[in-house]
């Protein structure tokens, strides 16, 4: 076998990676536009891996971004879908820099409906957006209503700048 053909199929096979790779980012997308639309395009984990995703949140060190949203929801909570949780900036810190945790507050029963009585929350309220540690503690207040992408960038750095210095508070005293 020649020089030339070696190389040949090196980058025949780099190509089919890179076909494998803009498959799996295609369909990746297929289905978070297949989401109701209040979510955008991040990928939640749902209310009833609630557990789960604050154990998430100690073992890698993220804190936890939870939304209670109606769905289907009204006017703010589509807004939000669209206009926050669909910006790709946003979505790829959320999903990098946190774990997304989804509680639907209009459900008539479920896991959803407990951890809505459990955090304190209200059921058919507007959104809610909440930083929680892996002990399920505000780690900035949480509010309620409907957020410019600005604003929920602004709270983002915010919640993270506490997160950081409380990360770096318990690795100094290791």
């Not at 984990?45 to 060190?61: C, D, L, P, T, V």
């Not at 109606?70 to 990098?96: A, H, N, Q, T, Y």
């Amino acid at each position: 076998m020649g020089c030339s053909e070696s190389k040949s199929r090196k980058a025949t096979r780099m190509t089919e990676e890179e076909l494998k790779a803009e498959h799996e980012e295609r369909e990746d997308m297929r289905q978070r536009k297949e989401q109701d639309i209040e979510l955008g395009l991040v990928k939640w984990m749902r209310g009833s891996k609630f557990e789960y995703a604050f154990s998430i949140s100690a073992e890698r060190r993220k804190p936890v971004f939870m939304l209670v949203i109606d769905i289907p929801g009204g006017e703010k909570c589509r807004w939000m879908g669209k206009m926050v949780f669909s910006d790709m900036e946003l979505v790829r810190e959320l999903e990098s820099e946190f774990v997304p945790l989804l509680i639907q507050n209009n459900t008539a029963g479920g896991p959803d409906k407990k951890i809505v009585a459990k955090m304190g929350e209200k059921q058919w309220a507007e959104p809610v957006i909440r930083f929680l540690d892996p002990d399920e503690k505000d780690l900035i207040p949480r509010v309620t209503g409907y957020f410019s992408k600005a604003a929920t960038k602004m709270r983002i750095r915010k919640a993270l700048k506490i997160w950081e210095d409380r990360m770096e508070e318990k690795d100094n005293k290791l």
